[in-house]
Nanobody, 114 residues
Framework: VQLVESGGGLVQPGGSLRLSCAAS????????VRWHRQAPGKEREWVAGISSTGGITNYQDSVKGRFTISRDNAKNTVYLQMNSLKPEDTAVYYC????????WGQGTQVTVSS
């Protein structure tokens, strides 16, 4: 079982990044997926979620209108499109697949700075 995040990096305020979370070793289409993040010195927080079919999405208030979560079950991948990035979005971003079991990736660093 593996979840591998990618797509993080350094971006200027106002910029965009697209994170990917690639799954393997389990029936990905049976799992809802959430993105979480953890900033230095802060607790991990939930950012966005998507249902197993992709029909339901939800977002933390601070990212609504800027972030979009989506999934491609044929590719076993979930995406987080992040636009209008702010310095306060700087964090390690983790994907989390949830069903009967709970799987986590290792995280990808996002740094928003000029």
């Amino acid at each position: 079982v593996q979840l591998v995040e990618s797509g993080g990096g350094l971006v200027q305020p106002g910029g965009s990044l697209r994170l990917s979370c690639a799954a393997s070793g389990f029936t990905f289409s049976n799992f809802a997926v959430r993105w979480h993040r953890q900033a230095p010195g802060k607790e991990r927080e939930w950012v966005a979620g998507i249902s197993s079919t992709g029909g339901i999405t939800n977002y933390q208030d601070s990212v609504k209108g800027r972030f979009t979560i989506s999934r491609d079950n044929a590719k076993n991948t979930v995406y987080l499109q992040m636009n209008s990035l702010k310095p306060e979005d700087t964090a390690v971003y983790y994907c989390n697949a949830i069903s009967r079991y709970d799987y986590w990736g290792q995280g990808t660093q996002v740094t928003v700075s000029s």
